[in-house]
């Protein structure tokens, strides 16, 4: 049996409210310090659970953190998916995939408590209220309605839940645990990489006891905690994409901003760790030291802390922030009664839903989302809206994958390929990285998502490689599209097989009426007639 102090809840560090852990006795074997399974019941259970409801430091804590993110928080909605978020959250409406259905209800309760706030306020500070960090990563998703400020609680609560099981072994913990593993998972799913080593550390310590009836109410526990996907799932099916993994090119700066901000759960982690030094620095300064010193110690981290929040106030601080709803009001107040609205990018969209389904601001105008229309399920949405006759099922005939190969990729290899050919000898490697994107618009665009000198552009890449003097290594795989001269007999003739492809897409550049008033259009015509046989 431990004594107190094994159990005993403190914290330290304000950033994750790290509860500090007494080292065991080091006289214990390897088997006694895992955690064994106690009763709930217990006096060590009993202790543990007392000591962090009555533990000051962590109230203290987090009631200054929400303090001030309060007076940070925005007004009203902010940019990216907040519109969106709290629009559905109005009327329990379904978000984008995957739905957030419990990032929609909670925040249905909190919009519709009573207050001259703005809805849009009441779930900013619903954020805020899930979150206690002072760096600007995290401080930007904790004034604003998103998904993000919920998960970091989670994160921090599983954390929580995963020291109260190793320092108490109660099963209370690991139950509750699987509870939370279940309703996490209900609001964002890359919570499922803190999920997946906590539950495998769970189960590795109880492997001598473990059981079918053991598994069977971690089970329960954790399909209970589900339950409100469950309430997605009764309005539609998602594709679940973890796009924290996709590869995203960081040169943009929307793209490093959406990458940027999947980064705060992993740092949740290093932030504990760092109490955890901070933790071993003060305990050694009170041992080695005194009392005078370890005071000093926590007077210093204090200052660190308020430093911190002080560098970033003037970054955090969106109290101010009316531009999105002035802007969207701006968009939709000298519009014509019961007019017939397209938009057609998120700011626009988000924002106006949320303008219209939470303030009831020109209810009579009716807002369609271009981008939505280009989907099949789009057909099934038609009944919503009764007066208007559409010509067809969607706004494309056919399925847009602008969104998967992305037009401005596709720009962005028309650049290269430009500033490649200027460069004098061009590389052959990137020639053919040009083509890819070139390749992908012409062969599964829509006709009207390119223009006329696709095509051209397309036979000047092959061209080019053609004309360069480097070879393709012959180890390397292949550089180019499987389509691309597939009829050539020997495949490894990249060469042969690029002059077959630029010669395809030049005669259908060359059958366009406006190629006629390209400047290039004589010398390419030239070539494809030279190597075009005559009948």
Known sequence: ??????????????????????????????????????????????????????????????????????????PSIAGGDSGELVAESCHLGVSHPPGYPLFNMLNYLVVNMPGAQTKAWKA???????????????????????????????????LFLLLSYAQSGSVYYANLGAFVCGLAMCNQHTIVLFEIPIVLYVLWTQRRSLGMKTLSTYALYFVVGLLPLAVAFM?????????????????????????????????IILFVWGGVGLDAVLQRAWRTSGAAAAGLGVVLSVAAMVG????????????????????????????????????????????????????????????????????????????????????????????????????????????????????????????????????????????????????????????????????????DADPLEPHVGHHVPDQTKYKDRATDRMLQVWREWIALPSARADPGYDAIADIVRKFTPTT
């Open 308 to 475: 911190q929040g002080m560098t970033w106030q003037h970054v955090g601080n969106q109290s101010h922030a009316w531009f999105i709803p002035n802007y969207a009001k701006a968009l939709l107040d000298p519009l014509p009664p019961h007019a017939l609205v397209f938009v057609n990018y998120d700011l626009q969209w988000t924002a106006m839903r949320y303008l219209q389904r939470c303030e009831g601001f020109r209810p009579d105008l009716t807002v369609l989302n271009l981008s939505m229309m280009t989907y099949k399920w789009f057909a099934t949405k038609h009944a919503l809206y009764p007066s208007i006759v559409f010509p067809g099922d969607r706004l494309v005939p056919a399925s847009t994958n602008a969104r998967d190969f992305h037009m401005k990729q596709l720009g962005a290899a028309t650049y290269l390929l430009d500033e490649t050919i200027k460069s004098g000898r061009p590389n052959i490697t990137w020639l053919a990285e040009c083509a890819r994107p070139l390749e992908h618009s012409l062969r599964h665009e829509p006709r009207q998502f390119w223009s006329d000198s696709l095509l051209k552009n397309l036979g000047l890449a092959y061209a080019y490689i053609v004309r360069s003097p480097d070879e393709f290594a012959p180890t």
């Open 1 to 74: 049996m431990g004594t107190k102090r094994n159990f005993e809840l403190r914290v330290k560090d304000p950033c994750q409210l790290y509860l500090v852990m007494q080292r065991r006795r080091k006289s214990k074997g390897k088997e006694q310090q895992l955690p064994s399974a106690i009763e709930e019941d217990s006096p060590q259970a009993k202790h543990w659970k007392v000591s962090v409801a009555a533990d000051p430091v962590m109230w203290l804590v987090g009631s200054a953190v929400l303090g001030v993110y309060s007076q940070t928080i925005y």
């Open 235 to 267: 309005y539609t099916f998602y594709l679940i994409v973890f796009h924290a993994l996709s590869n995203m090119p960081l040169t943009e700066g929307l793209l490093y901003g959406v990458h940027m901000r999947f980064w705060q759960q992993p740092n």
């Open 124 to 158: 900013n500070l619903f954020s805020a209220g899930t979150n206690c960090m002072w760096t600007p990563l995290i401080w930007t998703y904790a004034i604003s309605a998103e998904v993000f400020a919920l998960n970091n609680l989670f994160a921090a609560w599983l």
